[in-house]
């Protein structure tokens, strides 16, 4: 099966630092990819969509300037969270979806930020 | 917009069945899906309902009924590892048919 991976699975900083995370898709082509955050005991909420080689979207309420979304490649998208604070403290989620016209969406591990 | 309601928790014995409800408002839609997560876990995919009626996969089978925008997960023969939480989502007609995720249930399985 199509396999999404995400780095760092955890990561601690400190207020006011910026944090990259990745998204890869491992053995297949991904047009489109999704960002998702989840807080505690909360559903996964729709950050934004990026497509490889445009802007990506964003979903209302989200900042764009805050969370840089970047699909430079089929396989690999970052999503870096500038001058983060504690409340930014998540899980941060992707998804992926291949090029072959199926709309299965693969998620990743996910990635646990902490900010102190 | 769009929305998706869940009951926010079930509970359940080991053996038992379980139904999980899901009712949604969407501006589009192009089917719904159903995930399950354990704590500290990413989705993992359960089932895919475009059409009306019952899809069954294994111990797990979910319904669609479009006209009233509802759809259910039946969970049968439960075991402690089915304990998780479980989300609806839907998939929009629209833009880039973006999944968005139901309100979440958690399933607690007890002995």
């Known amino acids: 099966g199509a396999v999404v991976s995400q780095h760092p699975s955890r990561v601690i900083c400190k207020s006011g630092t910026s944090v990259k995370i990745e998204c890869r898709s491992l053995d297949f082509q991904a047009t489109t990819m999704f960002w998702y955050r989840q807080f505690p005991k909360q559903s996964l909420m729709l950050m934004a969509t990026s497509n490889e080689g445009s802007k990506a979207t964003y979903e209302q309420g989200v900042e764009k300037d805050k969370f840089l979304i970047n699909h430079a490649s089929l396989t690999l998208s970052t999503l870096t969270v500038t001058s983060a604070h504690p409340e930014d403290s998540s899980f941060y989620i992707c998804?992926?979806?291949?090029?072959?016209?199926?709309?299965?969406?693969?998620f990743g591990p996910g990635t646990r930020l902490t900010v102190t | 917009g769009q929305s998706l309601e869940q009951p926010s928790e079930v509970t359940a014995v080991e053996g038992a069945i379980v139904q999980i409800n899901c009712t949604y408002q969407t501006s589009g839609f192009y089917g719904l899906s159903w995930y399950q997560q354990h704590d500290g876990g990413a989705p993992t995919f359960l089932s895919y309902n475009a059409l009306d009626g019952l899809e069954e996969t294994g111990r797990f089978s979910s319904f669609l009924s479009r006209s009233d925008s509802y759809g259910y997960l039946l969970l049968q023969e439960l075991q402690m590892k089915d304990s998780a939480s479980y989300f609806c989502a839907v998939r929009s007609s629209t833009g880039f048919q973006k999944l968005v995720f139901g309100t979440g249930t958690r399933l607690l399985v007890s002995p």
């Open positions: 998804s992926a979806r291949g090029t072959s016209g199926h709309y299965e969406q693969y």
